[in-house]
Structures are given as C-alpha cells and as structure tokens.
C-alpha cells in the first residue's frame, strides 16, 4: 500500500512541476537553514562535555566587593591558592593550576641542547601552558608518550601536543628527548606526547611546560603574594563524588575569610564556576580563542525554527491552493470504494514525498555552505554533518515533524471532499478552509521577516557606529610590533627606536607593555594622597614610555607626560580615576601622590589624559594610572604616515631581523585588533543578513502560493470584471490591495517585538546607536516593494487571460 502511495504521489509530482518545484525549493531551504544553525548550536553547546568528570569539574575563581557596592570579576587566583585549596578544601578531589602565556616564541633546537643556528622558530598566540600534573588527573587526555605524573613533575620539562609535535619534529614519535627553548631564555626537554585536543574544547592545550619550570623562572611573574593576582593564573578543582556544591561553597567562604582578612575596604572572595559556563560566562571568560553567548544561541535557535515554520507555511497554501485542482481526483476516489483516512495517509504519502526530496536537497545546499560557516560562527572549517550522530537523529526528526505539520492541514481538507460537489466541480474556497487561514499564515511570515530586516538594520547601524566612534585616540596607520622584554632585547630598545624614527614615513614610535585599547586586564591596588588605606576599587596599569602619549594622539585635559626614564619617577591618570576618587577639578590632581600596592614608593601624578576606550564598548570606562617601567615593555606601537604604508612595515620588519634576529617578526595593525573585539558582534549582524534574506525569499514563495490560490478563486470574478471594462492595472491593483493590508498588519505585529528585542540587544553596549524609526521605515517600505514584485507577475497573468476562458462553465 505504501509503495503504491509513493507511486501515486511521485506521478502528481511529475505532473504539477511547478506545484513540486516551489515546494521543495521553501521546504529545501528553511531546513538547510535549520539544520546548519542546529550545526553550530550543537556545537557550541558541546564544549568539553567529553571528559569523563565534566559535571564535577569547577574553575576557582575571585569576586571583588566593594563598599560602593561595585562587583569585579577575575578568571585568576593568587599564586598560593593551589597550594592552600589542598590543605583547607577537602571537599576538593583533585586541584590544579595552570598559567597562560600569549604570543611566546618556541624555537627548536632538536637533540643538542646547545644549537644557536635554527630557522625552526614558531610564535605560539594561544596554547602554551605552564600546568601541574594534577591536571590530568582532572580533564582527559589521550597519552601518546609519557605519563603526566612524570612527564610535568620537573623543572624544566614540556609535554606537546601530536600536532605540535610534528611541526616542531616532524613526527611526533621523535620527539621525546628533543629540546626546545622557550622565548630564547628557557630550555626544555619535551618528555611526553598527548593527542590533540578536540576543537570543541576551550583548553587549547599545544605546548604545555611543567608547573615547577614557571614557578623558577622570575620573568613569567610567578608570586607567594596573596594580593597579587593574574587573569592568566587559573585553577581548576574536582569536587568529590559525595560533596554538594553548597559545602564546597560553605568551605570557600572560610577560605576567603582566612586568606584574605587583611582586604579592608575591597572584600575578595574565591567562588567556584561549573565547567558547563567556562564557554558562555562573559564575567570571567575562558582560555580559548572565543566565547559564546547562550542568548545568542538560543536567538539562532528561535530564527531556524522561524524560518522551518515558514517554509511549512509556504507548503500548507500551496498545497490548499492545488486543492481545487484536486477535487475530482479525491471525488473519483471516494465514489470507488476509498476510505477517508485511507486518502489520508495518500496526501501525507505524498508530503512525506516532497519532504524527502527537500532533505536531500537541503544536505546538498547546507554541505555546499559549510566552508562558509566560520563567516557567522567559529566552528571549525573541518566540522562533520553526516558524521555526527546528532545531525542523523535531527534529520529524522525534522523529516517527521515537517511532514506531519505541513501535510496534516491539507490532507485532511482535501480527505474531507463531498464526492457529488467534487465530481460536479463545486468545491469553493470554503470548501478548503477559505482565505482567513491563509491569510494569517501570511501575516506571520512577513512579521518575521520584518522583524528579521528590522534587526539587521539596527546590528548593522550598530557595527557602523562602533567603527566610527572616537576612542580617544588615534588608532589609523598605527603597526604594532611585539618586542621581547628579555635584557639583551632591552638593551636594543633605544637603537631600533631611533632607526625607525629616521624614517621619514614615521611619525612617532612609543615602547609599552599594551596598546591603549585592548583584552588586558592588569588591575592593582593603589593608595592616593598619602591615604593609609587602600581604595575601594582597582586601577587598570598601562606601562609605557614618554612618547606613548604622542604615539596614540592622548589628549591631556591637565597637566602633560612624564619624562623619559627606565622606572617610574612620575604618573599619568585618566578622567574616571579621579572621578572615582571625587575629585572633580583635574587640574587639583596635578601634584597629588599614587603608590601602587601596599609597599610601592609614592609618585606624583603629573597629567591627567582624557578618557579613552580600554577595551570594547561594551566595557565601562576604566580608571587608569600610566607609568614607565622598561622591564615590562612588550609592544612597539609605530604611528606611520597613511601613504607607502606596504613599504613603511617591509623596511620595519627588515629592520627587527636585523636588530632582533633571535626573534620571529609578528606585526599587525591597531585597528585590526580592536575590530576583533567585536568578532561576535559582526558575525551576529551577518547572520541577521543571511536570514533575512532567507525568509524574504521563503516569504515571497508563499505570497506567490497565496495570490495563486486567490486566482484560481476569483477566475470568473475577474472575466466578469475584464468584460464589463475593468484594466489589466485596474484588476491587479484590487488583487494587490488585500496584500498590503496584511503586509501592513505584519509590520504592526513585528514592530514592538523587534523594537524589544534589539533594545535589549543595544543594552550590551555602554554607547548604541538611537533606536529610531528609520530601520522601522525601511522593513515596511521594503516589504511592500518586494511584496509588489512578488504579486505582479502573477495578478498579471490572472488579469492578462482570456475571459471567455474564465467565464466558460463546467
């Protein structure tokens, strides 16, 4: 019976090619989108849910409260935690600490730890590690060489990555007993091998270098200081099968109380965050090379379902509008003996059919997008579909859910035919459940389309308007350089300064340890005015030479810089700092002492700079000290003339091989990197793009099947018309009219909830665009265009027929 159903149905197909083509090409689509969108959300949901403690694995991490009633947020911990976790927080199976170093240089030197000739030199962004064995004991992984216990329990010692290993060693089974050198001052014997770690991990583990080796060498800053803390210093506990996550909170109180009694005015606290929020907590981040939003996911989520639905809204007035056509089919079918649930299961044969095909289809369209899905999201380029057993059990449920929620409306009207009025051709409108039904149907699909174009329209403003704010200083034609801070480097700081400055393309160049805007957080206490207590707040370090100022065109509201010295003689604060301290003259500041920590030398504070954007937009404004330490130089920020700006950075970069040839040359400009702050941003506004463009096409297919069916409805209306004298212009504008009532009605039902959603979606942002009527105007007017383009082609065949042929009885 049902190979007969499939045979039938396959024939009707065949028949009505049109009816099918436009069937499966909105049926195709929407589940191309769904299925592509469920692709990245299950992804991203996936993070390190594949070790085997998952649910019993938690990051320390601090919580700063102060009396003004201020929050600060740090993914690190003070260096002694570790150590003191084991000894006073039984409740924890297992702790670990690991610390992130960023942009290292790895050289290799192969099987003689003497080698002072290699080309093999590698910058490392992300992925080296300095990490105690414990880790492992912790998280997962797949040991190739080596065991964890050994392989990290000594100074001095690196365990790689399978990857890493082979672009290091070429094959990773040679690898241990080969040496490395980390940033040209530290040598390391690698003793172990892991396999790689899966792309759905936010511990991108490369190089990882023996806890014990950071914490014997002063450059990388380790501490015993319980005041002295990093983001990049992380620890990560098991908590005990048995122990409930509220003991374990319980016992980090009595921690915090015991560790950090000496913090007067801010109180600090070390909590626990699950691992199932490393991904998705903005507060604190993780060690990855991005974060995800679970709105965000569950907004891409929403648009799929949006988009599915309306593709099944497409099918049910197509297939309503065909009934007619049907009726004598379904009419000869009953008066031979068929049953009512029998044509049931016929026309739910034949969607299943058309649904079949649409899958088959949607894999060919989602495969072809995938290597342009790292354009709206960071999976990797290499993610599998048919491979994922998530994708197979989703196909099979969409195929069921599609089939039944398109096919059950018009199988049972047609099923529902009287077979005297089919057979004599009077089954009407009403008949198939009348225009009202469809029409609604309509109304939704253009409210989120509208809602969709609304939201684009405003993420797009957005994205324009971050581009284009004043940060506070000057970011064009600025190339930064990444400078070692080791001594011998340092000696060469002045020199490679001086020979840039001779360019004459060169305008200014400034040594520092960070831009003036950008991802580093490096806050410390402070005392001001020769307080005896510590501030209530933190201030955010920028440590940088005198030309800093000159370099980023900073704006100083009173007072000037600083002079030029290795050390600290003198500061620079901006506007917020001494609005949090309450002064409200800055030229009062001029004068005034800052002492960094609780034993640092009182310095005075020469300038004051206008505020200036430290970190993203998103970001409140920062209180700042800036101040000069050459040890900690790690940038070269080089403000070039915005003509010859290829040449300028060739005679840079030869340049830096010259003076540092040790070092691998890694320069890029300011203003790609503040555009990556908002990666997650763009990428969000693409998407709106891709699927509102999606949904304008699904949403003209079934205006096309709607203005289908009203021919067909009101043939002999318009014969009747065209012979009383009615115009082809005169009958498409009465066809057309009822449309741009419904695109009207559409537009009131998108409206306020677009207007809410990205209302809320503009509060992430301390600066937004205004949230005016313009996106408002444009969705409206730019449906009712694209709805006008939709409708002509058809009212005008309906009105350009012949009427004897409309007015012709059975």
Not at 283 to 311: E, P
Not at 764 to 771: D, Q, R, Y
Request: with cysteine; charged share 20%; aromatic share 12%.
């Amino acid at each position: 019976m049902l190979k007969n159903y499939l045979l039938i149905g396959f024939r009707n197909l065949m028949r009505h090619k049109g009816y099918a083509t436009l069937n499966i090409m909105g049926l195709a689509v929407g589940i191309a989108a769904c299925l592509l969108i469920f692709t990245i959300v299950q992804f991203e949901l996936s993070y390190d849910t594949y070790h085997t403690n998952y649910d019993r694995i938690y990051r320390v991490v601090v919580e700063d409260n102060s009396p003004s009633g201020e929050i600060g947020h740090n993914p690190g911990s003070p260096y002694p935690v570790p150590i003191a976790l084991r000894q006073d927080v039984p409740q924890m199976e297992k702790v670990a600490a690991l610390n992130s170093i960023y942009g290292s240089q790895i050289t290799v030197l192969g099987k003689d730890p003497n080698t002072t000739q290699t080309d093999k030199k590698f910058i490392e962004d992300i992925g080296i590690f300095f990490i105690e064995p414990q880790f492992f004991e912790i998280f997962d992984a797949s040991w190739l060489q080596g065991n964890p216990t050994q392989a990290l329990s000594q100074p001095n010692t690196v365990v790689l990555a399978k990857k890493e290993a082979e672009k290091y060693f070429g094959n990773w089974k040679e690898a241990v007993g080969q040496y490395l050198k980390l940033d040209n001052t530290i040598t390391l014997t690698v003793s172990g091998v892991i396999e790689d770690v899966p792309s759905n991990s936010d511990f991108p583990l490369k190089v990882m270098v023996s806890y014990e080796t950071f914490k014997n060498s002063p450059r990388y800053g380790y501490s015993t200081d319980w005041g002295s803390i990093s983001s990049s210093h992380q620890v990560f506990a098991l908590v005990g099968k048995n122990e409930s996550v509220q003991n374990v909170k319980y016992a980090l109180q009595k921690f915090s109380e015991k560790y950090y009694a000496d913090r007067v005015n801010l109180k600090r606290y070390n909590l626990i965050q699950p691992l199932s929020e490393n991904h998705f907590d903005d507060r604190f981040g993780n060690l990855g090379d991005h974060l995800s939003s679970k709105t965000t996911l569950w907004t891409l989520s929403l648009i799929g379902v949006l988009i599915l639905m309306m593709a099944c809204i497409n099918f049910i007035n197509l297939a309503t509008a065909q009934a007619i056509g049907r009726s004598k089919e379904v009419g000869v079918r009953k008066v031979l003996g068929g049953m009512r649930y029998q044509l049931m299961a016929q026309f739910l044969s034949e969607t299943t059919l058309i649904v079949l095909v649409s899958v088959g289809v949607a894999l060919v369209l989602a495969k072809a997008a995938l290597p342009f899905i790292r354009e709206v999201s960071d999976v990797p380029e290499d993610i599998a579909l048919l491979q994922n057993p998530y994708v197979l059990v989703f196909l099979v449920g969409i195929t069921l859910v599609v089939s039944l929620f398109s096919g059950i409306y018009p199988a049972m009207i047609l099923s529902g035919f009287e077979p005297v009025k089919a057979l004599k051709s009077k089954i009407t409108a009403q008949s198939v459940g009348g225009v009202p039904l469809r029409r609604g149907l309509v109304v939704v699909q253009f409210a989120i389309s509208q809602m969709l174009i609304i939201g684009t329209l405003i993420a797009v403003s957005q994205m324009e308007y971050i581009r284009h704010i004043d940060l506070g200083f000057s970011k064009e034609a600025v190339y930064m350089v990444p400078v070692s801070p080791d001594s011998i480097s340092r000696m060469k700081y002045e020199s490679f300064k001086n020979q840039l400055l001779q360019n004459p393309d060169i305008q200014a160049v400034s040594l520092a340890n960070d831009a003036p805007s950008s991802d580093n957080y490096w806050g410390r206490n402070f005392y001001f005015d020769h307080s005896t207590k510590d501030l209530d707040f933190y201030t955010f370090m920028k440590y940088a030479d005198a030309d800093y100022f000159k370099t980023y065109n900073l704006e100083f509201v009173a007072g000037q810089g600083f002079n030029p010295s290795d050390t600290a003689q003198a500061y620079v604060v901006n506007e917020t700092l001494l609005k949090k301290l309450g002064v409200t003259n800055m030229q009062e500041a001029i004068g005034k002492t800052i002492r960094l920590g609780g034993n640092g030398p009182w310095k005075p504070i020469v300038g004051v700079v206008k505020d200036f954007k430290a970190a993203s937009v998103r970001d409140d404004m920062q209180p700042i000290v800036i101040g000069s330490y050459k040890r900690n130089y790690q940038l070269a920020g080089i403000k070039m003339q915005s003509r010859n700006l290829q040449k300028t950075v060739k005679e840079v970069q030869s340049l830096w091989e010259t003076t540092f040839p040790a070092y691998v040359y890694n320069g890029y400009f300011l203003d790609e990197s503040i555009e990556r702050f908002y990666q997650q941003e763009n990428q969000l506004a693409l998407t709106y793009k891709i699927f509102a463009s999606l949904a304008i096409f699904i949403s003209c297919l079934g205006l096309y099947g709607l203005i289908s069916f009203m021919a067909v409805q009101k043939t002999k209306e318009i014969g009747i018309r065209k012979v009383l004298g009615a115009s082809v212009g005169n009958i498409m504008f009465l066809m057309s009219r009822e449309f741009i009532i419904l695109i009207v009605i559409a537009f009131a039902v998108a409206a306020p909830v677009a207007y809410y959603f990205m209302n809320d979606w503009l509060q992430n942002f301390k600066e937004s665009v205004p949230l005016g009527v313009s996106a408002f105007v444009i969705a409206i007017f730019a449906s009712v265009v694209i709805a006008c383009l939709t409708i002509g082609y058809r009212a005008a065949r309906a009105a350009m027929a012949n009427p004897i042929k409309s007015l012709r009885s059975e």
